[in-house]
């Protein structure tokens, strides 16, 4: 007997096909959107029952998403491919990435409270606005995993468009003599040393700060300290590669699972897309509007283009920027600066799940 074909599931096919086409022809995140895509066809097949007890995606999602494995060990592998040297030599920089991921978070957050939202589901969807999407699959995960597949969908959606975005946004709020400003670049020699400390004391101070993102920091620093340790090299190509590959294949598979019809055709899931526009767009709008106070106050010495970098986007991010400033005047090189925004964005992006997991149930329980 053939199962009847639902309507939905259909759709839901087609979305998952429109995932692949994007991830194949144009190159937006591929590394998730094709496992995304081919475990949503899969799950909508009638009768696959694959996330059913005991069903093939079920056991990969409970195994790896619920227990937060997969996120953890992609941050591992994103620590041990960041050099942080960029942003040890400029320190200052990292006041980009306070606004823009800040913003990008409270803006959404705001919006899905105002139409409904229940505030751990308006937590998770704020979460899009760090540009991260392990942080976001960690994040929702914990507090609203009903929404999981619309929101690691919608932010790993925004964030291969980031080129896009950015580009139209920082033309529209900054001017060309802003946009032709340079930003010399004097390398500073400092000892290997700094470069050991500086995972050490980042994961301590964060931990502290914010207890319950303790996991994500601390794997992201393990894993730069792997890299910068120099003697540890099959550990630091291992978290590179072949970790980081399996868990991204597996987290894609697990997330590809929770898009079944029922679940995710729905009005929260078009909300959802729309908030997590709304977030990367307000972040990208603060980090350059607190870029062009920087340009204002140093009298044009900060190109306010970086401060779109600050967000997690990384190396998308610093590209975008570059290039833009390319545009205008062939000689530009922001690219160094630009690299270090985005960089330490990652870790603000930790920082800012840290702290929403660890504080966020503290200010519900105190209601």
Known sequence: MVLPFYLGNLIMIFVALALIYLAVRRHYEPLLLIPIGFAAVLVNLPGSDLMNPGGFLRVIYDFGVQTELFPILVFMGIGAMCDFGAYLERPWIIVFSIPATFMGIIVPILLSLMIGFQPLEATSIGIIGAMDGPTAIYVSSKYAPNLLGPITVAAYTYIATVPIL??????????????????????????????????IVAAVAIGLMAPQGIPLIGALMLGNFLRESKIVERLSKSAQNEITNISTLMLGIAVGGTM??????SLQTLLVFGLGLAAFVSGLASGILFGK???????????????????????????????????????????????????????????????????????????
Not at 260 to 265: G, I, Q, T, V, Y
């Open 293 to 367: 106070i920087a340009y204002a106050v140093t009298k044009g010495k900060v190109n306010p283009l970086i401060g779109a970098c600050g967000s997690s986007a990384f190396p998308m991010g610093a590209r975008t920027a570059h290039q833009i400033g390319r545009e205008e005047d062939p000689d530009n090189w922001l690219l160094v600066h630009a690299i270090a925004a985005n960089s330490i964005g990652q870790v603000v992006s930790v920082i800012a799940g840290g702290a929403i997991l660890t504080f966020v149930p503290m200010l519900l329980s105190a209601r």
């Open 260 to 265: 079944e019809a029922e679940r995710f055709l």
């Open 166 to 199: 950015q580009t139209k946004v920082s033309k529209i709020l900054t001017s060309k003599k802003e946009r032709l400003a340079r930003m010399p670049y004097s390398p500073k020699a400092y000892s290997r040393n700094v470069r050991l400390v500086f995972p």
